[in-house]
């Protein structure tokens, strides 16, 4: 008899997805699966006793039907860049982490069909670059891009800071490949700017976090490379001003406004205090600050031009009280480095509480007004540092802590502070995740703001789509 | 006893159907209902009894509700100009016809953050309109845009010639509000432009040509208006240079192409010949023209001069041998009619047999010539009349009948000219529906080229979202 036969079913399985795998395929020491077990910031503890690292999508439905046959759980994993732990197994799940971090082919790119497929691995750094070399934008990027893979960012419908114009993750995806739990394998990778041949299935693996299905491969759209960018960085007279210099921006620039963030006076003063390199790029203080891009395909300088006009209309309707148009590509690194120090710049002021949420745009000084009435009526001497991407109504509303308190206190807050927050968000309209998903993070304030109904809706697609339900159990559900 | 009591369950549903919608709410004479069994080429006949015109959602969801309780099938239905039978009921689903049309208004615009919120018996003429009063764009825009209803466009995922830049139907909706097969309203209006709180359960209900429920109304998204719009009408050297041509036209003006459309010489020589007002803007003749829009969101005139510049270069370059350049709204209007005029002008040519489909748009010459090659090896003398949405890769393949073959033997080769095409447009990976859905019309397509995987994962998510198969039973699956 084979050794199998004297094996449980899942020690069979699991034998037998390290075979199909082979040796480099999988992790099965503490040493080595620990870095796919950690959460960078640290709010879930994973377990898991096998990693596997398939590079096709034939060994990932291999694999997949494996699991399937022994019932044993799969948790999909990308860059592990994740902010809401659903790439984390849970000890319950007694689950493999699936990595695709190996499959990171890039199978083709058509600069006349302005696509671009890719594997589920692939860094979404090197994808921008290998549009780039063919003088073409794959405009998705976030913080992460230089490690985030974009499987993940496909799964987790990733936002960054080009969704202004391009759209989210999503708005890119034209097809997919995905290897479904019981290990067959869809080919969706469709080429195709119009299809209405049926529903659009892919739909429900982007944003799926990876609970229906496993995202292999993806066909993405491409854009012609902008050859003309404008950075500008204004002081704003105050919050509201935002959505007349927003409006003003869209319409004069011939709606070229590809970004469009919002800085806040404490941790704009807190990276120029620590962080080195960090320069105001003007000469007063403001409460509030705006970064925003034009960007232009043509390289006819049409947006700097744009840019000057829209900036003085905007000084003498006193929406700005002050500007500085980066000069150079380095000054325009300078500018956004002061928009990506926020997060590491907030350190400076203690312990924070994050919340990734959305408002129609229109209503965002609304809302931070309202918030921070509220959080410091709850917690008096607390810092909100509110920033983020404005111009799509996506609010980071993180709090920073009393100068007076400790982390402790502070943090034995976080709950009621939160649902305070949460709470104005949906009253007024808004989502209690922008653009970070659910994961295991976030499952409270699905089961407190997700109408039942809606629920519901979810549990029969989950039913539908993975029925002995395996895939990556216990998150966004 | 009630004088329901003594009927059956499904006359007890009609009766309490007709009470939900009052006298004003529903037809059941022949004379009244034939307007909704009329679908325009012809190709299906309807039959049904009766046809209820609720005009709120909780009527609708009332109306569900009763056909929910007995079993009666409902076909929805908005403003029946589509071009596959999805809204016409067939005899054997003895349904009722649910009719969108008295819900009809806009709930509310918000230009700030770029949104407007419709009921899906809106016109979508009348939601341009609205858009246009409040200085933005509402982009969706076809032939038929004043008569049919944003439910019904919605509901088919409609294209049309603005694809290029601003995609299609479903590309522009950010919330829907749907009634399921049960007879519950699904409030998901939201207004954000990021929410990445579970499934994007909208997505099923887009495209899905009522079959999984019904949309009643929806937020979509709204853009800056236009102020600097540019048409040209040119003479391509092959269809190989339209390629060349859309990919300067894209880069030279800052990726504002709006419309890429083809026109073949059959029929705008035909046009020119039959149709009152339509003439020839150039000197030349050709073998196939390209119609084409930039459309800068300011009124600087950026588009003239980048429009001037890229034709005397696709002069130069050899992709084009005659342009003219739109000098006024009215000649840009008569351009368009050159466009509009296609499928009337193909009358004068004689029968035809039609097919649209979408390919690579980098493949698109390739596809004509191989399908040209195709059709005349089977029917020699016939004439193909391929035209559309080039920039999306969305050709309207038509063929009109031989000079020298009666109607009825050309049209008896219908099958076998319309599989060989769709043979052709799947071998290139291309899709036998790309802008006008599946309805009755392309079942037999569906059976023939789509996966079996994934037609067995749409009939799970219909089990999943309508387990008794009540809505528009027949069309799609």
């Known amino acids: 008899m084979s050794p199998e036969d004297a094996l449980s079913p899942r020690a069979a399985a699991l034998a037998r997805i390290r075979q199909i795998v082979g040796p480099k395929g999988w992790y099965d020491t503490p040493a080595d699966i620990a870095p796919y077990l950690a959460e960078q910031r640290g709010m879930f503890q994973g377990d898991c006793k096998l990693v596997v690292r398939p590079d096709t999508a034939a060994d990932v439905a291999a694999v997949v039907s494996a699991c399937a046959s022994a019932g044993i759980a799969i948790v999909p994993q990308g860059g592990n860049t994740g902010l809401v732990g659903a790439g984390i197994p849970m000890q319950a799940d007694a689950a493999i982490i699936l990595s695709l971090g190996r499959m990171n082919r890039i199978r083709d790119i058509d600069p006349l069909n302005a696509t671009i497929t890719v594997e589920a691995g692939c860094i979404l750094a090197n994808i921008q670059a290998a549009a780039a070399a063919e003088d073409r934008l ?73 609970t229906l299905g496993i995202i292999t491969a993806a066909v993405c759209k491409l854009y012609p490379r902008p050859k003309d960018v404008q950075t500008a960085f204004v002081g704003l007279r105050n919050l509201e001003a935002s959505l007349d210099l927003l409006a003003r921006a869209r319409s004069a620039s011939g709606d070229r406004v590809t970004s469009f963030e919002l800085i806040c006076h404490r941790s704009f003063a807190a990276a120029v205090a620590h962080i080195p390199g960090i320069r105001d790029p003007l000469t007063r203080k403001f409460d509030d600050y705006a970064l925003f891009e034009l960007s232009g395909a043509n390289a006819d300088g049409d947006m700097a031009e744009a840019m000057e006009t829209l900036l003085s209309e905007a000084l003498a309707a006193g929406e700005i009280d002050d500007a500085a148009i980066a000069q150079s590509d380095s000054q325009r690194a300078d500018f956004w480095r002061i928009r990506d120090a926020v997060v590491e710049s907030q350190k400076f002021l203690g312990g924070s509480i994050k919340h990734d949420i959305s408002i129609g745009v229109s209503r965002v000084p609304a809302f931070i007004r309202r918030a921070n009435a509220a959080v410091l009526a709850l917690l008096p001497g607390a810092r909100p540092v509110p920033f983020g991407h404005c111009g799509d109504g996506n609010i980071h509303y993180n709090i920073s802590q009393p100068v007076d308190m400790d982390l402790e206190t502070f943090l034995s807050h976080r709950e009621a502070v939160t649902r305070n927050v949460y709470d104005i968000v949906v009253d007024m309209g808004g989502s209690f995740s922008a653009e970070h998903g659910v994961g295991q993070l976030k499952l409270r304030e699905m089961a407190r703001y997700k109408q039942p109904l809606e629920l519901a809706m979810m549990h029969r697609v989950k039913s539908a789509l993975d029925p002995e339900g395996i895939m990556n159990p216990g998150k966004m559900l």
């Open 138 to 210: 794959f405009p998705l990027s976030l913080s992460a891009e230089g490690s985030c893979q974009i499987g993940g960012n496909l799964s987790t419908n990733a936002g960054g800071v080009n969704v202004l114009r391009y759209g989210n993750a999503r708005d890119l995806v034209l097809g997919l490949e995905v290897v479904l739990p019981d290990g067959r394998i869809w080919n969706g990778l469709k080429r195709l700017r119009k299809d209405n041949t049926g529903y659009d299935l892919k739909q429900m693996y982007i944003g799926g976090e990876g």
